[in-house]
C-alpha cells in the first residue's frame, strides 16, 4: 500500500502563489504518472497536471503559463507550483500516483492511477 499525503493550502488572494507537496510513503511507487487533480465547488474533479517518470509534462489549458509540476524521485514527492491565482483555481486538489497511463491522456482519465491523498484545500479570492 501507498500512502499520499498533500500539503501546502491555504488561503490567498487573487495573483497570489502557493505550492503544494504530495509525500508518498508505504510500499514502492510503480506506474510511470503521478498528477494533481482538483474539484472545484460545484464542478467535477478535472486534472490539473500529470508529469511522468521522464519529466514529461501535461496540464490543463486553465493553468498552462501559471502552474508547474514536479516531482523528486529520490523522495517520491511530487509538487504543484500555482502562480498567479485566480478564483476559479479554488478547490480541493489531489495528488494521484502509480499511474499506468501515459501523459497524454492522463489529465482525462483519472481511473488511470491507482492511489490518491485526501486533498488539500486552495481558496482563492478576488
Known amino acids: 500500500q501507498v500512502q499520499l499525503v498533500e500539503s501546502g493550502g491555504g488561503s490567498v488572494q487573487a495573483g497570489g502563489s502557493l505550492r503544494l507537496s504530495c509525500a508518498a510513503s508505504?510500499?514502492?511507487?510503480?506506474?510511470?504518472?503521478m498528477g494533481w487533480f482538483r474539484r472545484g465547488p460545484g464542478k467535477e474533479r478535472e486534472g490539473v497536471a500529470v508529469?511522468?517518470?521522464?519529466?514529461?509534462?501535461r496540464y490543463a489549458d486553465s493553468v498552462k503559463g501559471r502552474f508547474i509540476v514536479s516531482q523528486d524521485k529520490s523522495t517520491n514527492s511530487l509538487f504543484l507550483q500555482m502562480n498567479n491565482l485566480k478564483p476559479e483555481d479554488t478547490g480541493r486538489y489531489y495528488c494521484?500516483?502509480?499511474?499506468?497511463?501515459?501523459?497524454?491522456?492522463?489529465?482525462?482519465?483519472?481511473?488511470?492511477?491507482?492511489?490518491w491523498g485526501q486533498g488539500t484545500e486552495v481558496t482563492v479570492s478576488a
Open positions: 508529469i511522468d517518470t521522464d519529466d514529461e509534462t
Open positions: 508505504g510500499d514502492t511507487l510503480g506506474g510511470y504518472a
Open positions: 494521484a500516483a502509480d499511474g499506468r497511463i501515459v501523459v497524454a491522456v492522463a489529465l482525462r482519465h483519472p481511473e488511470g492511477f491507482n492511489y
